[in-house]
Structure formats: structure tokens, C-alpha cells
């Protein structure tokens, strides 16, 4: 028999397998269903509840937990069942990948290792190897000779004899590659030259060495990735997480969490783990972050409502707000805040009047004169003891607000059940008929409490300290922030200073001082943190300051760390004077932390790179992967009105071959007029920050917020100088024209930007 007979025979004995266990699963998921429901529904039936005394009582409660305990085993062997029987029905469609041929030292018949998504066993024989199980490592590590891989029992070592890929499709081989002295090119030229649908797809048939490095790296609390546009850094994260969940089996998907930047990357990266048999992580974006905590107090702007500011603003404003954002997210800020909290401990805290229906009940002045009475120890501890401190205050009030007149015409308006409960109550506490002044007094007693109570929550939430105040402080006088603060002020600080007030006192937070703000409140509060995270992704690293970094580390004191990004694409103020990722080193320091570089780029055709590659000072480090396709082109036109004529056209063409073309502009307000001119054309969608999901078809977005994803085609809206004219905004360039999977067009009405002086013309 020849060897793709052969092969294709194995695939159908794997096949019925797959449908045999599928079969079994079936049944088995009926089974566990009935069981589930069953126990709902007759949940009451086996418990007999009765309270009269405290054995019956017992007696109820150990009912209750054994039916719950049965309930919760039924439920989660259902789950299990389930999602065994949901990857089967996906291995169905694609059994395996990939083969090796492993000798292994000390052996002298080499195994055949076929690898898929999942591990499909039949009896003791493994038919196929879970992509992450150790010596799957080695189909992406090695090409044919000596290779090696990890067990947790140490490293086997051995001698690699072949290496195939398969493409399968409804239990048939379509073809098989000979894969020994290249890494997967025939299935990657496949898999990359494809359109876009609405969603990332796993990548683990055509994972690269450097990529495998990412996904099974396992020393140390911090991971950096730096690698160029569309070198795999997402993919990777993702393949990543499924690993982590696939090696600690008690990991689940809720201890890892994934900072992204927008919601619609959220939606777009959505289906990679579900097609690995696996559930998605969480996900959430940093404003969202700082919004569940600050947006009580203030109106907190956005990252891009920052960057549209700047990308907007008179070169004037534009300056102050650019500085602003730099010193706000400099490490010497960071240090700042640190010295300025530790100043708190002896003078400087801010508080606000305890007030109780309009007056104050206990004064600020009184607050402080307390809280400064003694500097011995640290500011959260000092402030717990000042809660309770001020909670004897307010009992005190409490007792004497009882027998004020307010309290009688509140008593009046006390509902039948208040009252009852409350004589209930009292009868059940004196065990004789409550005399009438006895209930009075229950019930004034009630209706303060009630009153209370709002107060009490504002004290426990520490709402008494005046944190706006206290930030504020630091701008209020311009030459103040010396004492705190080693070197020079930016030469444009006072109106820097100017501008924080203004907004503080308006109620609103720029984004470059939330978490400043959040990390002062934390120090002064003490910080909270999230113990049960094991595992945080940072995508689009970039754009985090080092003091989000330190924030992020704080927040999950027991979790790793991965960090993601390219400074090629930092497209925010605060990044632009940074080339990498070095400084992040002392976030936890050198020994804890690996810095893995992607060079070589998958997204783009190789004319693409070829051409975005020189709008960065160090593209000629970035290798493109063998794809070919048409050399980007840069067309002038006259003015708007041609601008839009030629797009329009330009994309009737496009719609013919491509399933999604974005054209993309510097910001939101340049979408918004780009879009007022093509919304004639059928389906056109303008994509905004509050945009929550990625789709195809035909869309206007700004540069921003098209970080992380990709389109098909990708015109750029008005490459000219007027429009990206300032040094400053090639990265921002940069990050739309390496978007472009397929096709990337230009277009600049009048004089070019001076970034595309390479750019091919027609
Ligand atoms: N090994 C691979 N096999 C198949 N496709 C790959 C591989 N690596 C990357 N790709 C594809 O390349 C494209 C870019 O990948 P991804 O978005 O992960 O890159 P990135 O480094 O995060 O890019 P960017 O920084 O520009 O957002 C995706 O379509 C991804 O599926």
C-alpha cells in the first residue's frame, strides 16, 4: 500500500473512533442532563425541613448540603461530558495536523505521534497527542535529527525520523507535506493567504519555533514579548493560555485575564480558545478598569478620548497636554506619589465634615486633629483605626438623634411590617408583652438606624478623606511638588498645574491622571488586590505607562505576568520618547523576567512589509514571510472631492475579491467626515471607541482603534503632509498601513507625507 493509502486508512480508523466516543458521549450527556434536572426538580422532595429544635434544625441543614453536593457532581460531570463531546465533534472536522516520527534513546522502533487539538485515546493506544502535551513540542521545535523535549520527570532525548503535516477535511486527506526542512510553509502560505472572517482563528497547525517559545515558556514572573506588526504576539497569548490551562489542570479560565485594548479586539479574539476546546479568559481593558473604580467620584476620560484630544488640539494646548501625559506616566511621578504618601504620615491628609442631615455631626478639623494624634504607625492602619474611631462618634450620635422631633414624624410613617417585625421582635428578646415605651423606643431606634446607615457605608468606604483634595494639593501650588519630587519640573508646568485643576474641579479626570490618582488613593487606603488571578496578559504593552505596570503588578500580587507589544506601533504620548521594553525589567526584576523577540511578520504579503518596514527606523529587523502579492501604490488627488470619487471606486473593486476593507483615518473626527462622504456606499460602517464588535465588510475606523486586528484591504484615508506632516505620528502611521493582510492603498490629497518618500506613485 502506498503511504497516503495508509495514511488514509488510519485517518478513517480514527475517524470511527471519533464517532463511536462521540456516540457514547451523546448518550452519556442525555444521561447526565436527565440526572441534572431530576435533581432540580425533586430537590425539595428528599429534604424534610423542620426547625422546631436544633437537631431538627441540623438535621435540615445536612439535608440541604447533601442534595446541593449531588446537584453540583451531577452538573459539573454534565459539563464535562459536554465539552469532551463538543471538542470530539471538532475533532470530527480535523482529527490532527501533524506527525512525528520520535526515537527515543534507548529504543530502537521510533513512535508515530500524531498531533491534533485534543487527545483521543482508544483503550490504552494513543490515537492522537493534545497539540500541548510535552512531545508535541517537538513537531514545532525541531526540523529532523537530535531533538529533545521537557517532562515534568526531566528531559527525553532522541532522534526525530520524519516530520508530516496533513490538511483533512471531512475525513478525507486533501494532501500531506513532507515537512522535514521547513516549519509548516505549505499550510502557513494557506492558512495566511485566506480572507479574513469576523474572528481570530488558533494557529496551533502552523505554530513557529520562536512563537512555541511564547506559548510553553514556564520560568519566572515576567514574560516580555516585543515583536513587529503581525509577528504572532496575540496568537501567541492566546495559544498561550491554552497551554497554561492544559498543564495546571487546576487553573481555570477565571484565574487568567487578559488586558486588551478595546472592546472590539475583546470580540474579534473571542473564538480562539472555544475552537481549542477551551473557555475564554477574562478580558477587560484598563479604562474599564478605572472606571469600576473611580467613576463614582469623577467623569473619567478615555485613552482615546486622550488621543483624540492631542490628535486635535492647537499646537499649543497640543504641547501642554503632550507634556502633561509624559510627566504623568514618567517613573519620576511614580516616585513622586510615592514620596508625597509617605509625607501624608506626619501632615497634609485632607478630610471632609461627617454630616448627618445637613450638619456636620464631626468636623475635618476634628478628623485631623485624631488622625495626626498619633504618627506611629502606617497610613491604612491608621486610618482603620480612625474608622472605628469615628463609628463610636456616630453611635454617640446616634443615641442622643432618638428622641429628636424628626425621628417621632418618621416613626408616623413607618410601614404595618416595620412595625410588627419590630414588636415581634421585642416580645421575642423579653419574653413578656413589650410595654408600649419599649416599642416607642424600638422604633425610634429603627428609623435612626435606617438613617444611619448610608453614613456608616461612606465612613467604611473611607469617603471622609478628601482624596480629590489631596491630589489636587500637589498642583495647587506650582513650586509645592519640589519638596517630593528630585530634578527639574517640565518647563511647562504651570500651565500643566493650571489644566489638573481645572479638570479636578470641574469633576473630571483626565486618563493620564486616573491611575496616578488610583495609586495614591491605594497607598493612602491601602491597595486592594486580587489574589485569585494566577496569570495577567497585557496585549498592545505599549501603551501602558511603567506606572500602570506597577499598578497591574500590585493588583495581582500572585500572578505571572505576560507582557505584549511593539514600540514601533505606540501610538500615545506617554510611550513616544520609549524604543522597548528594558525598564520593565525592574518590575520584578532581571532574574525573574525573560524578553522573547519576533522578527519575522505572517500578517502581510511580503510586498507589504516590504513597504511598511521603511516607515520605522528599525524596520529592516523585520522579516517578511514569503507571500507575494501587489506592491503597495500611493495616489495623489487634487482634492476631497476626487479623494472620495477614487475611494469610492476603488472599493466597488475591492468588495469583488475581499470579505473586509477598512479605511482608515488619523482620528475619530476625520472618520466622521471620511464617512459623511462614502455613506453611500453599500453596508459602509463607521467604526467608534463605543463600537463593540469587529465585522465584516466595508468599514471607516480610526488608526486607533484598529490596533491588534486586520482587514483584508486596507486604503488609508489621506496619507498627505498636512495630515501626517508632525514626526510624531509615524507610529500611529506605522500601526494603520500594517493592518493590510492582502492589499494596502494610499491616498494623499495634494503634497505626501514626508514618511512615504519611498512609496511607489500612480
Ligand atoms: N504561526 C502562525 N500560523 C498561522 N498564522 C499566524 C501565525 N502567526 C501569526 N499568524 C497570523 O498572523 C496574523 C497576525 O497575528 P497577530 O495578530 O497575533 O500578530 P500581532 O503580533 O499581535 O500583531 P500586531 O502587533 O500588529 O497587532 C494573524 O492573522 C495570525 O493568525
Known amino acids: 500500500m502506498k503511504e497516503r493509502e495508509q495514511e488514509q486508512a488510519r485517518l478513517d480508523r480514527v475517524m470511527e473512533t471519533i464517532t463511536e466516543q462521540i456516540h457514547m458521549l451523546e448518550k452519556e450527556t442525555i444521561q447526565r442532563r436527565k440526572e441534572v434536572i431530576d435533581i432540580r426538580k425533586h430537590f425539595w422532595d428528599d429534604v424534610k425541613v423542620n426547625t422546631d429544635t436544633f437537631d431538627d434544625y441540623l438535621e435540615t441543614i445536612i439535608g440541604l448540603r447533601q442534595q446541593a453536593q449531588a446537584l453540583s457532581v451531577s452538573q459539573s460531570t454534565h459539563r464535562h461530558a459536554f465539552k469532551k463531546l463538543s471538542t470530539l465533534r471538532r475533532m470530527q472536522e480535523v482529527p490532527y495536523f501533524g506527525r512525528i516520527d520520535f526515537l527515543e534513546e534507548g529504543t530502537s522502533v521510533a513512535e508515530q505521534i500524531y498531533i491534533g487539538i485534543s487527545?483521543?485515546?482508544?483503550?490504552?493506544?494513543?490515537?492522537?497527542?493534545?497539540?500541548?502535551?510535552?512531545?508535541?513540542?517537538?513537531?514545532?521545535?525541531?526540523?529532523?535529527?537530535?531533538?529533545?523535549?521537557?517532562?515534568?520527570?526531566?528531559?527525553?532525548?532522541?532522534?526525530?525520523?520524519?516530520?508530516?503535516q496533513y490538511m483533512i477535511r471531512g475525513g478525507v486527506i486533501e494532501a500531506m507535506f513532507d515537512t522535514?526542512?521547513?516549519?509548516g510553509d505549505e499550510?502557513?502560505?494557506?492558512?495566511?493567504?485566506?480572507?479574513t472572517d469576523n474572528y481570530m482563528h488558533n494557529i496551533v497547525a502552523s505554530i513557529q519555533q520562536e512563537q512555541n517559545r511564547i506559548i510553553r515558556h514556564d520560568r519566572g514572573k515576567l514574560l516580555i514579548v516585543q515583536g513587529a506588526a503581525g509577528s504572532g504576539k496575540t496568537s501567541a497569548a492566546l495559544q498561550r493560555v491554552a497551554y497554561l490551562l492544559y498543564k495546571y489542570r487546576n487553573m481555570t479560565s477565571d484565574q487568567i485575564i487578559l488586558f486588551s485594548p478595546n472592546s472590539m479586539f475583546n470580540h474579534y479574539v473571542s473564538n480562539v480558545l472555544p475552537e481549542l476546546g477551551e473557555e475564554n479568559m477574562q478580558q477587560v481593558t484598563f479604562q474599564e478598569y478605572l472606571n469600576h473604580r473611580l467613576s463614582s467620584e469623577f467623569q473619567i476620560e478615555g485613552p482615546y478620548e486622550q488621543m483624540e484630544d492631542v490628535l486635535t488640539a492647537s499646537d499649543d494646548a497640543a504641547e501642554i497636554r503632550n507634556a502633561s501625559i509624559r510627566f504623568k506616566a514618567s517613573a519620576r511621578?511614580?516616585?513622586?506619589?510615592?514620596?508625597?504618601?509617605?509625607?501624608?504620615?506626619?501632615?497634609?491628609?485632607?478630610?471632609?465634615?461627617?454630616?448627618?442631615?445637613?450638619?456636620?455631626?464631626?468636623?475635618?478639623?476634628?478628623?485631623?486633629?485624631?488622625?495626626y494624634s498619633d504618627t506611629s504607625t502606617r497610613l491604612p492602619h491608621r486610618l482603620e483605626k480612625l474608622v472605628e474611631w469615628l463609628m463610636k462618634q456616630v453611635d454617640e450620635v446616634e443615641k442622643w438623634e432618638r428622641t429628636k422631633p424628626w425621628v417621632r414624624e418618621e416613626m408616623e410613617l413607618l410601614s404595618n411590617e416595620d412595625c410588627q417585625k419590630v414588636y415581634a421582635h421585642l416580645q421575642k428578646k423579653r419574653g413578656f408583652e413589650a410595654s408600649f415605651h419599649a416599642y416607642e423606643k424600638a422604633l425610634a431606634r429603627l428609623v435612626v438606624q435606617r438613617k444611619m446607615k448610608p453614613l456608616r457605608q461612606w465612613i467604611r468606604a473611607l469617603r471622609f478623606i478628601d482624596m480629590k483634595g489631596i491630589y489636587k494639593q500637589l498642583f495647587v501650588h506650582p513650586m509645592l511638588i519640589k519638596q517630593w519630587m528630585e530634578g527639574e519640573v517640565p518647563k511647562e508646568w504651570d500651565d500643566i498645574c493650571r489644566l489638573t485643576v481645572n479638570m479636578l474641579e470641574e469633576g473630571k479626570l483626565?486618563?493620564?491622571?486616573?491611575t496616578p490618582y488610583l495609586f495614591l488613593q491605594e497607598l493612602i487606603h491601602g491597595f486592594q488586590t486580587n489574589l485569585s488571578i494566577k496569570h495577567v496578559f497585557v496585549d498592545e504593552a505599549q501603551d501602558y505607562s511603567p506606572f500602570q505596570f506597577e499598578f497591574l503588578k500590585r493588583l495581582f500580587p500572585s500572578a505571572r505576568m505576560t507582557v505584549l507589544g511593539d514600540f514601533n506601533q505606540a501610538i500615545f504620548v506617554h510611550a513616544s520618547d520609549m524604543v522597548d521594553f528594558h525598564t520593565l525589567t525592574n518590575l520584578y526584576g532581571s532574574d525573574q523576567t525573560e524578553i522573547i523577540t519576533l522578527t519575522r511578520s505572517y500578517r502581510s504579503t511580503k510586498p507589504i512589509i516590504e513597504f511598511t518596514r521603511r516607515l520605522v527606523p528599525d524596520g529592516e529587523r523585520i522579516i517578511a514571510f514569503e507571500r507575494d502579492g501587489e506592491r503597495p501604490v500611493l495616489t495623489l488627488v487634487g482634492n476631497h472631492a476626487e479623494l472620495h470619487r477614487s475611494i469610492a471606486s476603488k472599493v466597488e473593486d475591492l468588495r469583488k475579491q475581499y470579505h473586509t476593507i477598512a479605511i482608515i483615518c488619523k482620528s475619530a473626527a476625520e472618520s466622521t467626515l471620511a464617512y459623511e462622504s462614502l455613506r453611500h456606499l453599500e453596508g459602509i460602517k463607521l467604526m467608534t471607541s463605543e463600537s463593540t464588535s469587529y465585522e465584516q465588510g466595508v468599514i471607516v475606523i480610526p488608526a486607533y482603534l484598529a490596533k491588534g486586528i486586520e482587514f483584508d484591504a486596507v486604503i488609508i484615508y489621506n496619507a498627505s503632509a498636512q495630515v501626517y506632516g508632525d514626526e510624531r505620528l509615524r507610529r500611529l502611521f506605522y500601526t494603520a498601513c500594517t493592518r493590510a493582510m492582502h492589499y494596502l492603498h494610499l491616498y494623499s490629497v495634494g503634497e505626501p507625507s514626508p514618511f512615504l518618500h519611498h512609496a511607489e506613485r500612480n
Open 333 to 371: 511621578f511614580f516616585e513622586t506619589i510615592k514620596a508625597y504618601s509617605r509625607s501624608l504620615q506626619s501632615a497634609g491628609m485632607l478630610f471632609k465634615d461627617v454630616v448627618f442631615r445637613g450638619k456636620p455631626i464631626i468636623t475635618a478639623k476634628q478628623i485631623e486633629e485624631k488622625f
Open 180 to 183: 522535514s526542512l521547513t516549519i
Open 510 to 514: 483626565c486618563y493620564e491622571d486616573a
Open 119 to 164: 487527545t483521543l485515546m482508544d483503550g490504552e493506544n494513543i490515537l492522537i497527542y493534545d497539540w500541548r502535551a510535552p512531545i508535541s513540542s517537538v513537531y514545532y521545535d525541531y526540523l529532523l535529527g537530535p531533538a529533545e523535549y521537557m517532562t515534568p520527570e526531566g528531559i527525553v532525548r532522541g532522534l526525530l525520523e520524519k516530520k508530516w
Open 187 to 195: 499550510i502557513l502560505q494557506q492558512v495566511l493567504g485566506k480572507n
